[in-house]
T-cell receptor
Framework: DVKVTQSSRYLVKRTGEKVFLECVQD?????MFWYRQDPGLGLRLIYF???????EKGDIPEGYSVSREKKERFSLILESASTNQTSMYLC???????????????FGQGTRLTVV | AQSVTQLDSQVPVFEEAPVELRCNYS??????LFWYVQYPNQGLQLLLK??????LVESINGFEAEFNKSQTSFHLRKPSVHISDTAEYFC???????????FGPGTSLSVIP
């Protein structure tokens, strides 16, 4: 059974703290993604990675950074947490597009982060 | 740039009634289209997808979607909804590079007993 695991379901942090959100997948996927989900805005891409140590900015990278030291692990870092980063964070992984077309993205359960 | 529009943010419907969730996309290239579902307090999971071939695709739980290139639409339909279909539904398409998945804002389906 395929699995994407996010380290925490719920997290409460103080303004200014450095926050690490961890994501691990066991499917040997090359591509991994971090999204944030907010009501009325859907899922917005923060960063994605298509290989170890490779990363690309998504649509809303400001205030975030990422780390991909190993293929199975993709970390999202909030350098200095702010209240406007209170949100649901979703990690996903997928294989690259193959000969048969695009492939399904697999999602973790999400981490609900509250910054106070 | 590719984008996805879901015009209905909330759709309430009575149990056993039909439902249609609308999705429109914009793209200048061939697209792959997806519907994902998010049940309460869970992550997203794939409901169905269109890659090529038949324009009508079906899911195992009775949903279907039709790819309409001329109208750039990929509406999701079910002839008779169940309470357990209450969820958030996201339409998505692939990005132009590096397999980015681009999501619409989502439609919250509420099935009323």
């Amino acid at each position: 059974d395929v699995k994407v695991t996010q380290s925490s379901r719920y997290l409460v942090k103080r303004t200014g703290e450095k926050v690490f959100l961890e994501c691990v997948q066991d499917m040997d996927h090359e591509n991994m993604f971090w999204y944030r989900q907010d009501p009325g805005l859907g899922l917005r891409l923060i960063y994605f990675s298509y290989d170890v140590k490779m990363k690309e900015k998504g649509d809303i990278p400001e205030g975030y950074s990422v780390s991909r030291e190993k293929k199975e692990r993709f970390s999202l870092i909030l350098e200095s947490a702010s209240t406007n980063q209170t949100s649901m964070y979703l990690c996903a992984s997928k294989s690259p597009r193959g000969a048969q077309g695009d492939t399904e993205a697999f999602f973790g359960q999400g981490t609900r982060l509250t910054v106070v | 740039a590719q984008s996805v529009t879901q015009l209905d943010s909330q759709v309430p419907v009575f149990e056993e009634a039909p439902v249609e969730l609308r999705c429109n996309y914009s793209s200048s290239v061939s697209v792959y289209l997806f519907w994902y579902v998010q049940y309460p307090n869970q992550g997203l999971q794939l409901l169905l997808k269109y890659l090529s071939g038949s324009t009508l695709v079906e899911s195992i739980n009775g949903f279907e979607a039709e790819f309409n290139k001329s109208q750039t639409s990929f509406h999701l339909r079910k002839p008779s909804v169940h309470i357990s279909d209450t969820a958030e539904y996201f339409c998505a398409t692939q990005g132009a590079s590096y397999d980015k998945v681009i999501f619409g804002p989502g439609t919250s389906l509420s099935v009323i007993p």
